[in-house]
């Protein structure tokens, strides 16, 4: 998964060009970090592990910009789908310039939450998603991406009729109740897991790690609730049931591997944090996690929940077959 990448990468990503003329120091004062390392944080943010992805000039892979802006598109789809079914709304129009092709949101609404937590839940990730967008967008300064088109109806009845989960001419709304927005969550969470995950071994900054670590722990506490949540609302078996295809159909997307797990175990018994036999987390590649988000198998660049693409250098899914 990471041939051609080392931890020389961090450093050599620093001294690369942005995406524009930005220079380095411009790029890491932009940042905020000056001093920390802002490729290593790219790298992180975005929780991508790079094999194969389109590597930038000198063949040591993307640029630092390169990286961030992979990163940015994924908040903005995981913002967009909190905020609307959090508020109704989705994200201010000061939030989303930038540079590539511009593109609105289809589907999103405000969700009407049958319980205290769920509410909570969908209030404390929105916020959170919500300020990596801008965190990110103040880091990239004029090399920020605008936010791609972003399919929050189509995409969501494509991947739950392609798992099995409705039949087809059905619809899967994922904004109709709080099981369903449960279930759409649980998509993105557990992809973003696996996501941080792939970058870990590219860190070597411990100022860094420190704070890649707490983000990958954010994100497993995402997931974590999605899952105790969905077990708990389980009365007959119908919701692990459910889940138990949308990961199988995660996992017929990236790759021949089977890694992706659904919230029970083959006993029956809860499977809360999904892990190999030494009880760690795998990890997903920048492509693996494209062809989730593509909803394709094969290497294309667009599809899915991003049906223009995402923008940016990195933009490719890989060929999984």
Known sequence: MFEGFNKQFIRNSIDRSAENPMDRRRFLRAAGLTGVG????????????????GAA???????????????????????????????GEGLKDSQIDGSGTPGEVTGGRKVEFSTKLGAQYAKEIAADENAHVDFLRKALGDAKVARPAIDLEAAFTAAATAAGVIKQGETFDP?????????????????????????????????????????????????????????????????????????????????????????????????????DANSIAFSRSAGQVLNI?????????????????????????????
């Open 38 to 53: 802002v490729a290593g944080l790219g790298v992180l943010g975005s929780g991508i592990a790079y094999a194969g992805d």
């Open 293 to 321: 988000a593509y909803l394709s198998p094969k290497s294309v660049t667009s599809g899915g929940f991003f049906p223009a693409g995402v923008n940016g250098e990195i933009n490719a899914s890989a060929a999984s077959g």
């Open 175 to 275: 904004f109709a109740d709080e099981t369903s927005f449960l279930l759409g969550a649980f998509i993105f969470e557990d992809v973003g897991v696996t996501a941080y995950k792939g970058a870990s071994p590219l860190v070597s900054n411990k100022t860094f790690l420190e704070a890649a670590a707490g983000i990958l722990a954010v994100e497993a506490y995402h997931a974590g609730l999605v899952r105790t949540v969905l077990l708990a609302s389980d009365k007959d078996g119908s919701v692990a049931e459910t889940v138990g295809k949308i990961s199988d159909a995660r996992d017929s997307l990236d790759g021949p591997d089977d890694l992706d797990q659904g919230i029970v175990d083959d006993n029956g018994d809860a499977n809360i944090v999904p892990t």
């Open 57 to 87: 000039e000198g063949g040591g892979g993307p640029s630092d910009a390169a990286v961030l802006n992979f990163a940015l598109n994924l908040e903005y789809l995981e913002a967009e789908f909190y905020l609307r079914a959090l508020t």
